[in-house]
């Protein structure tokens, strides 16, 4: 693209550029937006929510963004994933969300990884400033905030279940790794001794419990099976932890109708909740007092916990 | 499209899902990332509107469109956009206003639920009467950089869009602006009215045409340049010198003041020309450059408006040559006032009341949007309750927070509620029947095609067969007194109004030409506090010497407003805080803003739901916005 160079040097922001971004240089300033222009991005798991973090990644004007997903295209795609055209003949999401993605902003190096996370080296994280994480398994979640823990990456991990989502960030190595606030134990033991859980977390332990006893998520499929499932799961957890938390499993009543796939209004909320969260980080202003964030869709509430 | 799948939705919900028809009125920022989601959710019946074409300031949030859709309709490009990740979904776009006539109670009867993805208060309040008439629940929704919020209003449960009277934009006294600015805003609006006096609809803006009566037998701005051909030097004298040397003689006007005008050193007359087009539009330029940028403008602007329809331009923040005419003028005013300069990105941001816009806020407000229409579809309005997005997390961490409970209509509404009523104090014997039609009822009340009646006599009326006209006359010799009362209505929104009229002289030329209240009680304690400050007027802002009745509505910040998502649209100007203005960097008197909000909250640690304080705070910069008087003939024409 020929654009023309406000001042002399490659790393200038073009004219089109400016042009393109002025809106949001007028919330975060100049340097807000050159920052972004330097980040290297890592997103892991192109389905719905993947789509929703690449589309404003990519729009804010990142430097690149690796988009890896070894993953055929799903019917259930359909629910939330808009960077795959109907009529593409690409199998593996990430090749298939490509083209669209690139065409959001052409500024943006756009990379395709097809390569399985579990295949790359635990210094793989390295060559990126921030790593996005979604439909991976509990037990690579737990592995890749290690790795950036140990390589100073900031990282982030979000995923979706139905209208319910969550994501979890690591962005001063302050606080608490991802296995320890989630250790897919039966029991929850690690954190309810000390302190008062939100809600919010055992269902989000559940389902991290049922994805890595069944490995997969809930499915429509079989919602009912699955739904029996989580019920018992949640009152296994919630039993073995403090209690005073009486009754409490049939809270979740309400929320256990949709909890499949991953919904569109959700991973539109997480998605940019996840984005903006990562792209103020870059930008040094990072929430940095809390490190879950659960989106509750009963009560249409979003809330930043410490655990 | 979720509702396809079965399991996904329990199966009532998914046939709600599949078969309503819903109304997006706004293809922007919000309404893209809505119609994303409302496809994929499995909504298969769905109209969009918009009456915008796409910008390239657009793109970094309005995901739909890219540079080669740059110029057309968002809404036609919005639907094929969709078409392409969902082929099986019946969209129905159009490229139009929903004020339009034509889209009346039957059009919107079609649907079960509208969503609103606005960008200005004028059409919001159409849409909020039409959905209040026709029983139809609405969503409305706005954002405003890191803010949003998602509102659910339908008629009998909840407030309606009208049931509080939305905050007015900030206004200025002509005076100030004429002859003692202090503030680099007030040499942004006073370039602006140059320009709309040199080149846009003079006979329009009496304001301007009065300025001839400084100096007695002065002709007008206009027709002096004509006269000089528009020559850029000889205009430079005339407004950055001349007029000021008759400003100066006018001693009265700054002999109590600490403002008073320095005249500028003759040399720069005929100063060579200084190169500026290397510098970024984020530094500042010095008084030369300023002064080379106006010799360049004016000559390209002028040859515009001899080639436009009727010669008559419309200030366009966009056009590199009416902003460097503004960004240049209003430097070198401020160079006589002893203002600081502002550099290009700021002016633009102040004369174009430029809302600042990112993808993620809208994508958050979209998502909820879509939550709120599956819990109305199901009727669980009880659930609907507004919600708010915050800059940064309060207290307990909340970030998307909501009310405790549905906000319940105001019994005094003068929309939604039949009880309301509303009065109207103005000068009966200088105020003309047109002026009430065209101030009161459709700029101030948002009336489409008002009726007036008063006792069964017929004083406005919207159809012209019925050959009423009384436009030229005063309201006193329409037959209006004192306490008088009349009904307003406009049958296409279904909406009507009862307003008592009060007659009041004009004591001066500072007197508004006329006031709305709520009620009665508001216009006797606004007596009251008339008469105690009246003593104390004469402190800086608002006195004496030149005063013209008009005060100029104009956006206050450099936050102020304009084109995007919800709120600005190039439609508006929006309400910030008055410490907002007059700083240097927009973006960090965003931050500091963002730090009070936080403050405030943190104080209030019980609160369980969202503070008022923060409601208002996300309210004031996420919701309010009104029409420029130039943006809205622009929005007219398309
Ligand atoms: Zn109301």
Same mark, same amino acid.
């Not at chain 2, 036609?76 to 490229?95: C, D, E, Q, R, W």
């Not at chain 2, 950055?240 to 002999?255: G, M, P, Q, R, S």
């Not at chain 2, 009349?486 to 296409?492: I, Y």
């Not at chain 2, 206050?556 to 998502?565: E, F």
């Given at each position: 693209m020929a654009s023309e160079l406000m001042k002399n040097g490659d790393g200038e922001m073009s004219k089109d550029e400016r042009k393109v971004y002025d809106r949001q240089i007028r919330l975060w300033g100049f340097d807000g937006q050159n920052k972004l222009r330097a980040t290297k991005v890592l997103l892991i798991g192109m389905q719905g929510l993947g789509a929703e973090i690449a589309k404003n990644l990519i729009l804010s004007g990142v430097n690149s963004i690796t988009l890896k997903d070894h993953t055929e295209v799903s019917i259930l795609d359909r629910c939330s994933q808009f960077l795959i055209p109907r009529d593409s003949e690409e199998r593996n999401r990430a090749k298939a969300s490509l083209s669209s993605a690139q065409k959001l902003n052409p500024n943006v190096k756009v990379i395709v990884d097809t390569t399985p996370i579990e295949e790359n080296v635990d210094s793989f994280v390295t060559s990126f400033d921030l790593v996005i994480a979604t439909e991976c398994s509990p037990s690579t979640y737990k592995r890749l905030s290690e790795n950036c823990r140990k390589s100073n990456v900031k990282i982030f991990i979000a995923d979706v279940y139905g209208l319910f989502g969550y994501f979890y960030q690591d962005v001063n190595s302050a606080y608490s790794l991802y296995g320890e606030i989630f250790p897919n134990n039966a029991e929850i033991d690690t954190l309810t001794s000390t302190k008062k859980l939100p809600q919010l977390y055992y269902l989000t332990s559940a389902l991290l419990k049922f994805q890595s006893d069944s490995n997969r998520k809930p499915n429509p499929d079989t919602s009912e099976e699955d739904i029996e499932e989580l019920k018992s799961i949640i009152h296994l957890q919630i039993n073995y932890s403090s209690s005073d938390q009486e009754n409490k499993d049939d809270v979740f009543e309400e929320y256990y109708g949709e909890l499949f796939c991953e919904l569109s209004p959700t991973t539109s909320i997480i998605g940019a909740m996840v984005s903006q969260t990562a792209l103020n980080t870059v930008m040094n202003k990072p929430v940095d007092k809390y490190n879950v964030f659960f989106y509750d869709h009963i009560e249409h509430e979003g809330k930043f916990h410490l655990l | 499209m979720a509702a396809t799948i079965a399991g996904v939705f329990n199966p009532e919900l998914q046939n709600l899902i599949k078969e309503s028809k819903v109304l997006l009125v706004g293809a922007g920022g919000i309404g893209c990332e809505v119609l994303k989601n409302l496809v994929l959710t499995g909504f298969s019946e769905l109209e969009v509107i918009d009456l915008d074409t796409i910008e390239v300031s657009n793109l970094n949030r309005q995901f739909l469109f890219n540079k080669e859709s740059v110029g057309k309709a968002k809404s036609h490009v919005a639907k094929t956009s969709v078409l392409k990740f969902n082929p099986n979904v019946n969209i129905m776009s159009h490229f139009g206003d929903?004020? %339009?006539?034509?889209? $009346?109670v039957a059009f919107f009867n079609k649907f079960k639920l509208v969503i609103n993805a606005l960008d200005n208060k004028k059409a919001r309040s159409h849409v909020n009467r039409m959905c209040l008439s026709c029983q139809i629940p609405l969503i409305e929704s706005g954002t405003m950089g890191y803010n949003g919020q998602v509102e659910f209003i339908k008629k009998g449960v909840s407030m309606c869009y009208e049931c509080n009277p939305r905050s007015e934009p900030r206004t200025y006294p002509m005076c100030t602006i004429r002859n003692t600015p202090k503030e680099p805003i007030h040499c942004i609006i006073w370039a602006k009215f140059l320009f709309n006096q040199l080149? $846009?609809?003079?006979? !329009?803006d009496v304001s301007m045409d009065e300025d001839g009566k400084i100096g007695s037998e002065k002709l007008s701005a206009r027709n002096w340049a004509i006269q000089n051909n528009y020559d850029p030097k000889k205009l430079f004298k005339k407004v950055f010198f001349d007029d000021i040397k008759v400003l100066l003689n006018l001693e009265h006007l700054y002999a109590e003041k600490n403002i008073k005008p320095v005249l500028l050193d003759e040399s720069l007359l005929d100063q060579e020309h200084t190169k500026y087009s290397d510098v970024l539009d984020s530094e500042m330029l010095t008084l030369e450059q300023n002064i080379s940028m106006f010799w360049d403008c004016v000559t390209p602007i002028k040859e515009k408006w001899e080639r436009s329809a009727n010669k008559c331009l419309v200030w366009d923040k966009d056009d590199d040559m009416m902003m460097n005419f503004v960004v240049s003028c209003s430097n070198l005013r401020s160079a006589i006032f002893n203002i600081p300069f502002k550099t290009h990105f700021d002016i633009k941001s102040m004369a174009g009341n430029i809302i600042p816009a990112i993808a993620t806020a809208n994508a958050m407000i979209a998502g909820q949007i879509v939550i709120h229409a599956l819990r109305i579809l199901r009727g669980k309005f009880e659930k609907c309750q507004n919600v708010f997005l915050r800059s940064m997390p309060n207290h307990k961490g909340g970030v998307l927070v909501k009310d405790k409970c549905i906000q319940p209509p105001n019994p005094k509404c003068n929309v939604c509620s039949s009880k309301g009523e509303i009065v109207f104090v103005t000068d009966m014997h200088n105020f003309t029947v047109r002026q009430l039609e065209e101030l009161v009822l459709k700029k101030k009340l948002n009336m489409v095609a008002p009726d007036v009646t008063m006792l069964d006599r017929v004083i406005i009326s919207s159809d012209e067969t019925d050959g009423v006209d009384m436009y030229d006359m005063t309201l006193s010799e329409a037959g209006m007194t004192n306490g008088c009362s009349f009904d307003a209505e406009d049958d296409h929104q279904n909406f009507r109004v009862k307003i008592i009229a009060y007659d009041k002289e004009k004591? $001066? !030329? !500072? &007197?508004?030409d006329f006031e709305i209240l709520n009620n009665i009680n508001d216009l006797r304690t606004a007596n009251e506090q008339n008469n105690k400050t009246k003593p104390d007027?004469? &402190?800086? %802002?608002?006195?004496?010497? &030149?005063?013209?009745?008009c005060v100029i509505e104009q956006a206050a910040s450099p936050a102020g407003s304009t084109v995007c998502d919800n709120n600005g649209g190039a439609v508006n100007y929006v309400m910030v805080d008055e410490e907002e203005i007059g700083h240097d960097e927009v973006t960090e008197e965003i931050g500091n803003e963002e730090e009070d909000t936080e403050k405030i909250s943190n104080e209030?640690?019980?609160?369980? !739901?969202?503070s008022n304080e923060e409601k208002l705070a996300i309210k004031r910069k996420a919701d309010e916005a009104i029409e420029d008087i130039n943006d809205a003939k622009k929005s007219r024409v398309d």
């Amino acid at each position: 693209m020929a654009s023309e160079l406000m001042k002399n040097g490659d790393g200038e922001m073009s004219k089109d550029e400016r042009k393109v971004y002025d809106r949001q240089i007028r919330l975060w300033g100049f340097d807000g937006q050159n920052k972004l222009r330097a980040t290297k991005v890592l997103l892991i798991g192109m389905q719905g929510l993947g789509a929703e973090i690449a589309k404003n990644l990519i729009l804010s004007g990142v430097n690149s963004i690796t988009l890896k997903d070894h993953t055929e295209v799903s019917i259930l795609d359909r629910c939330s994933q808009f960077l795959i055209p109907r009529d593409s003949e690409e199998r593996n999401r990430a090749k298939a969300s490509l083209s669209s993605a690139q065409k959001l902003n052409p500024n943006v190096k756009v990379i395709v990884d097809t390569t399985p996370i579990e295949e790359n080296v635990d210094s793989f994280v390295t060559s990126f400033d921030l790593v996005i994480a979604t439909e991976c398994s509990p037990s690579t979640y737990k592995r890749l905030s290690e790795n950036c823990r140990k390589s100073n990456v900031k990282i982030f991990i979000a995923d979706v279940y139905g209208l319910f989502g969550y994501f979890y960030q690591d962005v001063n190595s302050a606080y608490s790794l991802y296995g320890e606030i989630f250790p897919n134990n039966a029991e929850i033991d690690t954190l309810t001794s000390t302190k008062k859980l939100p809600q919010l977390y055992y269902l989000t332990s559940a389902l991290l419990k049922f994805q890595s006893d069944s490995n997969r998520k809930p499915n429509p499929d079989t919602s009912e099976e699955d739904i029996e499932e989580l019920k018992s799961i949640i009152h296994l957890q919630i039993n073995y932890s403090s209690s005073d938390q009486e009754n409490k499993d049939d809270v979740f009543e309400e929320y256990y109708g949709e909890l499949f796939c991953e919904l569109s209004p959700t991973t539109s909320i997480i998605g940019a909740m996840v984005s903006q969260t990562a792209l103020n980080t870059v930008m040094n202003k990072p929430v940095d007092k809390y490190n879950v964030f659960f989106y509750d869709h009963i009560e249409h509430e979003g809330k930043f916990h410490l655990l | 499209m979720a509702a396809t799948i079965a399991g996904v939705f329990n199966p009532e919900l998914q046939n709600l899902i599949k078969e309503s028809k819903v109304l997006l009125v706004g293809a922007g920022g919000i309404g893209c990332e809505v119609l994303k989601n409302l496809v994929l959710t499995g909504f298969s019946e769905l109209e969009v509107i918009d009456l915008d074409t796409i910008e390239v300031s657009n793109l970094n949030r309005q995901f739909l469109f890219n540079k080669e859709s740059v110029g057309k309709a968002k809404s036609h490009v919005a639907k094929t956009s969709v078409l392409k990740f969902n082929p099986n979904v019946n969209i129905m776009s159009h490229f139009g206003d929903i004020m %339009d006539t034509k889209y $009346g109670v039957a059009f919107f009867n079609k649907f079960k639920l509208v969503i609103n993805a606005l960008d200005n208060k004028k059409a919001r309040s159409h849409v909020n009467r039409m959905c209040l008439s026709c029983q139809i629940p609405l969503i409305e929704s706005g954002t405003m950089g890191y803010n949003g919020q998602v509102e659910f209003i339908k008629k009998g449960v909840s407030m309606c869009y009208e049931c509080n009277p939305r905050s007015e934009p900030r206004t200025y006294p002509m005076c100030t602006i004429r002859n003692t600015p202090k503030e680099p805003i007030h040499c942004i609006i006073w370039a602006k009215f140059l320009f709309n006096q040199l080149f $846009g609809e003079t006979d !329009e803006d009496v304001s301007m045409d009065e300025d001839g009566k400084i100096g007695s037998e002065k002709l007008s701005a206009r027709n002096w340049a004509i006269q000089n051909n528009y020559d850029p030097k000889k205009l430079f004298k005339k407004v950055f010198f001349d007029d000021i040397k008759v400003l100066l003689n006018l001693e009265h006007l700054y002999a109590e003041k600490n403002i008073k005008p320095v005249l500028l050193d003759e040399s720069l007359l005929d100063q060579e020309h200084t190169k500026y087009s290397d510098v970024l539009d984020s530094e500042m330029l010095t008084l030369e450059q300023n002064i080379s940028m106006f010799w360049d403008c004016v000559t390209p602007i002028k040859e515009k408006w001899e080639r436009s329809a009727n010669k008559c331009l419309v200030w366009d923040k966009d056009d590199d040559m009416m902003m460097n005419f503004v960004v240049s003028c209003s430097n070198l005013r401020s160079a006589i006032f002893n203002i600081p300069f502002k550099t290009h990105f700021d002016i633009k941001s102040m004369a174009g009341n430029i809302i600042p816009a990112i993808a993620t806020a809208n994508a958050m407000i979209a998502g909820q949007i879509v939550i709120h229409a599956l819990r109305i579809l199901r009727g669980k309005f009880e659930k609907c309750q507004n919600v708010f997005l915050r800059s940064m997390p309060n207290h307990k961490g909340g970030v998307l927070v909501k009310d405790k409970c549905i906000q319940p209509p105001n019994p005094k509404c003068n929309v939604c509620s039949s009880k309301g009523e509303i009065v109207f104090v103005t000068d009966m014997h200088n105020f003309t029947v047109r002026q009430l039609e065209e101030l009161v009822l459709k700029k101030k009340l948002n009336m489409v095609a008002p009726d007036v009646t008063m006792l069964d006599r017929v004083i406005i009326s919207s159809d012209e067969t019925d050959g009423v006209d009384m436009y030229d006359m005063t309201l006193s010799e329409a037959g209006m007194t004192n306490g008088c009362s009349f009904d307003a209505e406009d049958d296409h929104q279904n909406f009507r109004v009862k307003i008592i009229a009060y007659d009041k002289e004009k004591s $001066g !030329e !500072e &007197d508004l030409d006329f006031e709305i209240l709520n009620n009665i009680n508001d216009l006797r304690t606004a007596n009251e506090q008339n008469n105690k400050t009246k003593p104390d007027e004469n &402190d800086e %802002d608002d006195d004496d010497d &030149d005063e013209d009745d008009c005060v100029i509505e104009q956006a206050a910040s450099p936050a102020g407003s304009t084109v995007c998502d919800n709120n600005g649209g190039a439609v508006n100007y929006v309400m910030v805080d008055e410490e907002e203005i007059g700083h240097d960097e927009v973006t960090e008197e965003i931050g500091n803003e963002e730090e009070d909000t936080e403050k405030i909250s943190n104080e209030e640690v019980d609160a369980e !739901e969202i503070s008022n304080e923060e409601k208002l705070a996300i309210k004031r910069k996420a919701d309010e916005a009104i029409e420029d008087i130039n943006d809205a003939k622009k929005s007219r024409v398309d």
